[in-house]
């Protein structure tokens, strides 16, 4: 069984927002796909060849998934769900493709072993991870001494749960180390909206 490697996860969501020059939040995701060349279409978008697959995501309530095929890197996602949902879905998808998860398993497990469910698992906690981190960053909120979720949800423009996450893990220690050694937030002059300033 592979455990989630989130620590990988989360500081390669905070290197992104370090390559992009990332100073204001909301961060969109779209922005994100942009700069890395990722292909963004909704589940009706989705190329013809697709289709029966697509439909069955759809009626199995996944909101999102993603592939490469030779240089392209696609996602798709389900434009129907709350606008929140639907960027941390394409966050999530981001995730995946940045922690190279459509590479062969650690252990090369063949396609028909039952491992495959851990491994599966294990790669959907670290794409939540990344997307976490990517547009709700902990190490901000730590930072902004923001204590309550409303203000989450607004600043980020992120779901109630993505948001109350957020700030429990922002209270962890550990997070200290990024405050100080991550170059996103050592030199940080990231802007947040004040929380009255919500809209
Ligand atoms: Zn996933």
Redesign the pocket.
């Known amino acids: 069984m592979t455990a989630p490697n989130k620590l990988r996860a989360r500081t390669a969501a905070y290197d992104l927002l370090d390559e992009l020059e990332i100073r204001n939040f909301p961060i969109s995701p779209f922005y994100v796909c942009d700069y890395l060349g990722i292909q963004c279409h909704t589940y009706a978008e989705a190329p013809q060849f697709l289709w029966p697959n697509v439909n069955t995501l759809k009626s199995k309530h996944i909101d999102?998934?993603c592939y490469r095929r030779g240089v392209e890197s696609v996602i798709l996602y389900d434009d129907s769900q709350s606008h929140s949902r639907i960027r941390f879905t394409v966050a999530?998808?981001i995730g995946?493709l940045i922690l190279r998860h459509h590479i062969a398993p650690p252990d090369d497990l063949p396609a028909d072993d039952p491992r495959w469910a851990f491994h599966k698992d294990y790669?959907?906690s670290e794409?939540d991870t990344f997307a976490g981190a990517l547009i709700r960053p902990a190490v901000l909120i730590r930072m902004h001494s923001i204590n309550d979720t409303e203000s989450i949800v607004n600043g980020f423009d992120v779901s109630w749960e993505c948001a109350s996450v957020g700030l429990s893990i922002s209270k962890k220690f550990s997070y200290n180390w990024y405050l100080s050694q991550h170059p996103f937030f050592r030199d940080c002059n990231v802007r947040m909206p004040a929380p009255n300033e919500s809209a």
């Open positions: 999102g998934f999530h998808e995946h790669k959907e794409a």
